[in-house]
T-cell receptor
């Protein structure tokens, strides 16, 4: 079974600075997707960024980028120029692509606090 | 753009009662997923449906059942409710043909069991 681990229950960052959230996963598959989802106090799950395992290039979405290390099974999220609105729970998630459905397996989450 | 619609948004029930949650996926999405998120926990996969057939099953209690209807909406039925069933229940949808692997989540239904 696939597992996703987020070793940082809480992180804090000063506004405008950079923070990196860690995620490791365990799988025997070679073709899969990884995601970072953001869950603000409203509890809505919002996709931040996705990475296809077959792509070597790290995904980037504006201030958000990932460091995907396939061999190490590591998938960290870097948030640059942190903003107060970035404060939320962040979940790393994994899914296989070749399936009847894309069931997501989530990590335990990292609570990010942004200090003004 | 249309999103995943869940109803009701909030629900309060007594122990041993029954509750039904509804989910309306994004139009043309053929797969629906149900997740349960307890307080301070990550979402746990319950069950999924593809083209109205159960496609995957997670940690769904026997007291719970679900189905996907011909219009692709899904309902999660929970019976003999227990205090531990209090949680946020997410529905998500996707289209199997999409190559992004992304699930689109609804805003969740918060169930409180007293």
């Amino acid at each position: 079974a696939q597992t996703v681990t987020q070793s940082q229950p809480e992180m804090s960052v000063q506004e405008a600075e950079t923070v990196t959230l860690s995620c490791t996963y365990d799988t025997s598959e070679s073709d899969y997707y990884l995601f970072w989802y953001k869950q603000p106090p409203s509890r809505q799950m919002i996709l931040v960024i996705r990475q296809e395992a077959y792509k070597q290039q790290n995904a980037t979405e504006n201030r958000f980028s990932v460091n995907f290390q396939k061999a190490a099974k590591s998938f960290s999220l870097k948030i640059s120029d942190s903003q107060l609105g970035d404060a939320a729970m962040y979940f790393c998630a994994y899914t296989l692509f070749n399936n009847a459905g894309n069931m997501l397996t989530f990590g335990g989450g990292t609570r990010l606090m942004v200090k003004p | 753009a249309a999103g995943v619609i869940q109803s009701p948004r909030h629900l309060i029930k007594e122990k041993r009662e029954t509750a039904t949650l509804k989910c309306y996926p994004i139009p043309r999405h053929d797969t629906v997923y149900w997740y349960q998120q307890g307080p301070g926990q990550d979402p746990q996969f319950l069950i999924s449906f593809y083209e109205k057939m159960q496609s995957d099953k997670g940690s769904i209690p026997d007291r719970f059942s679900a189905q996907q209807f011909s219009d692709y909406h899904s309902e999660l039925n929970m019976s003999s409710l227990e205090l531990g069933d209090s949680a946020l229940y997410f529905c998500a949808s996707s289209h199997l043909g999409q190559e992004t692997g992304e699930l689109f989540f609804g805003e969740g239904s918060r169930l409180t069991v007293l």
